[in-house]
């Protein structure tokens, strides 16, 4: 068995360990940014079925071909995006985790009519208003949604975090949980492999898990 499977076989059951009736099972997303397609392969001929990239162009340089071997795969961008990468992002990435301003909600929405695709989006906030991190505030987070649902009618299926690396992540955790079920959304994006179990317990449903893979 491939190392990289057994992790994740390992991590599999640490979560199981932690999750009661009242909370689903969430998706883990192997974060496979810098490896070569010789390390993933293992992971998709197990099964695996969530892939996560940072850049749109090494995303396309190892996915296209390997996404239509395998059309159940689900790729996940989990980096900023710029403006000018967007037509590409909408052709290979299947979700988007880092929507935070309307120029880019714009441009989004106008790839992907020409395009005829749609993608799942997560909008990124910024929790700790930090200013090296990109982020909506969460005080504008649920008002961010509205827009662009109602503008640009994107699929945007719930939120996503980058905690302060230096301060306890729960009370982060907490306040994402807050915003989701104020906006009536389902999914929430948080949650890495120094800090998912916490993530767990604040019902994340999408986990970005590299390292530890």
């Known amino acids: 068995m491939h190392d990289s499977v057994g992790n994740l076989i390992e991590i599999q059951k640490e ?3 932690k999750i009661n009736d009242s909370i689903k099972i969430p998706n883990i997303i192997a974060v496979s940014k810098t490896h070569q397609m010789t ?26 071909n390997i996404k239509s071997d395998f059309e159940h795969l689900k790729l996940h961008m989990l980096g900023g995006l710029q403006t000018n990468k967007v037509k590409y992002a909408v052709s290979i990435f299947d979700y988007i985790h880092s929507l935070d301003n309307l120029k880019l909600a714009e441009k989004i929405s106008n790839e992907q009519i020409k395009q005829n695709r749609k993608v799942k989006i997560f909008i990124q906030i910024n929790l700790g208003e930090e200013n090296q991190k990109s982020g909506v505030s969460i005080s504008n987070a649920v008002d961010f949604y509205n827009k662009c649902t109602d503008n ?8 996503m975090c980058l905690p302060p690396n230096d301060k306890d992540p729960s ?38 898990i590299g390292s530890r893979i």
Not at 41 to 63: D, M, R, S, T, Y
Not at 186 to 207: P, V, Y
Request: glycine share 6%; hydrophobic share 45%; charged share 20%.
């Open 15 to 17: 979560i199981q360990s």
């Open 39 to 64: 390390n993933i392969l293992p992971l998709i001929n197990f099964g695996h079925l969530h892939f996560g990239e940072n850049k749109v162009q090494e995303a396309i340089i190892k996915w296209q």
């Open 152 to 159: 640009f009618d994107l699929d945007i299926i719930g939120f």
């Open 171 to 208: 009370k982060y955790f907490s306040q994402m949980n807050d915003v989701v079920l104020k906006s009536g959304l389902k999914e929430l994006s948080m949650g890495m492999s120094n800090d998912f179990i916490e993530a767990i317990k604040f019902r994340s449903t999408f986990l970005r």
